[in-house]
């Protein structure tokens, strides 16, 4: 019988990360999270190892040396690394005028630097095994609001370096991102700050598919992506978000 598949998830901990590593459990692959809460992380890893192998490291992507201890132990715990998703990121929305340049390189190096770290020191692991790297990016890297310079340029930058990797990585790792639109992580956060969800009738409404998005709809799109279905596919991005890009709407 073949080993099962390991992953390592960024920011897995909650949100969209969590999700995704539901859908990992439920797969049958074997799962570790990088995060910088670890109020969350270890209660999503206690939770969560129900349902299968979970294995929880505290960090900040944005830091190497955290990046590279994290490679390390997933390696000493697991032996093999053939998935990683990118996912964890940060954001503050902010009048330009207000932003410092240490929120702003905050936010680059958390949604950017970071994903560029791992996917550095997972290289050689991920060769071996013939994975996969899928990152989170977002429609802010296509479309914009007032005060997400940070945010949106880390989120463009992710996309370029989707498929940049994808040509230094193929063909033994395929890379790959997925952009999510307005997804609903109300219930989805760690206890201490899970609150019910706030999304209205209008909300859903708005969205051409009918409805706001769920992690689970990351989730599904994560796991196709790093399935042997995909096998054709590299260095695309997939937009999430119910149609919601391709509106034109003027006020």
Avoid at 48 to 69: K, M, N, S, T, W
Avoid at 85 to 110: C, M, Q, Y
Avoid at 207 to 214: E, I, N, Y
Avoid at 216 to 245: H, K
């Amino acid at each position: 019988m073949a080993e099962a598949r390991v992953a390592l998830i960024t920011g897995g901990a909650q949100g969209i990360g969590r999700g995704i590593a539901e859908r990992f459990l439920h797969d049958g692959l074997r799962v570790a999270m990088l995060d910088f809460d670890q109020e969350a992380g270890r209660e999503t890893a206690a939770e969560l190892g129900e349902r299968g192998p979970v294995f929880y490291v505290p960090g900040d992507v944005g830091r190497e040396e955290d990046v590279q201890r994290c490679i390390e132990a997933v390696l000493a715990r697991y032996t093999r690394l053939d998935v990683l998703v990118n996912n964890a990121g940060t954001t503050r929305f902010k009048p330009l005028a207000e932003v410092s340049l240490a929120e702003w390189r905050h936010i680059l190096d958390t949604n950017l630097t970071g994903a560029f770290l791992c996917a550095k020191y997972a290289e050689p692991h991920l060769r071996r095994a013939r994975g996969a790297v899928v990152n989170i990016a977002s429609t802010h890297a296509l479309m914009s609001i007032p005060g997400a310079e940070a945010y949106a340029a880390s989120k463009g930058g992710i996309v370029a370096l989707t498929h940049a990797l994808a040509l230094s990585l193929g063909p033994d790792v395929r890379v790959n991102c997925v952009s999510p639109g307005w997804i609903d992580v109300s219930a989805w956060k760690k206890k201490s700050v899970r609150k019910p969800s706030a999304i209205g009738a209008e909300d859903q409404r708005q969205h051409p598919a009918g409805r706001v998005g769920r992690p689970e709809d990351v989730a599904a799109a994560v796991a196709y992506l790093v399935s042997t279905e995909a096998g054709f596919v590299t260095g695309a991005n997939f937009v999430l978000d119910g149609g919601m890009t391709r509106k034109m709407v003027y006020v």
